[in-house]
């Protein structure tokens, strides 16, 4: 498989909310782009399109869903795009993290880029891309597994192979 991020990466969409609880330290860029940025790092996810096989970018955009269960989420849309959704009302909290939130990133890209809607599959491709990307530290594991105990999920959500 073809690494699908990019040497330099983009973040933005999670830019916008990280600037409402992390101002002072957040580069800030438009909550509808197609990246997102947390500072010193940043990410572009980029997926086959569903329908044509062709790899291109995700866009990200940010929603504010309080009754909605979920952190964020990726789906198919028109014409084989997918589209990845931030829900800010879901993503600070107590065991919110800088880690946290960049696998959070991972988790959706790899449901595009697997084209899957396991979770166990998000968890694991997620985690092995961000590992490409970065040095993952037992401290940041740590910080994942917080996270998901907040909602209470393990992590990983399955058997990582």
């Known amino acids: 498989m073809t690494l699908a991020f990019k040497a330099t990466h983009s973040l933005k969409g999670l830019a916008a909310a990280w600037a409402l ?17 947390l500072p010193g790092w940043s990410a572009t996810c980029e997926a086959p399109n569903w329908q ?41 909290g107590p065991a919110s993290s800088r880690s946290a939130l960049m696998f959070l990133f991972y988790h959706e890209c790899a449901h595009a880029q697997n084209n899957s809607s396991s979770e166990t599959v998000a968890d694991c491709e997620g985690l ?4 490409e990307d970065m040095d993952v530290t037992p401290s940041m594991i740590s910080q994942i597994r917080m996270a998901y105990a907040s ?8 058997s990582c192979n």
């Open 52 to 92: 044509t096989g062709e790899w291109e970018e995700v866009p990200d955009v940010n929603v504010h869903a309080p009754g909605a269960g979920y952190w964020g989420f990726t789906s198919r849309q028109a014409g084989g795009h997918w589209l990845i959704q931030f829900n800010t009302a879901r993503i600070f």
């Open 128 to 131: 092995a891309l961000m590992r």
């Open 21 to 37: 609880a992390l101002a002072p330290i957040l580069t800030i860029g438009p909550s509808t782009a197609q990246s997102a940025e």
């Open 151 to 158: 909602v209470g999920r393990p992590f990983p959500s399955g």
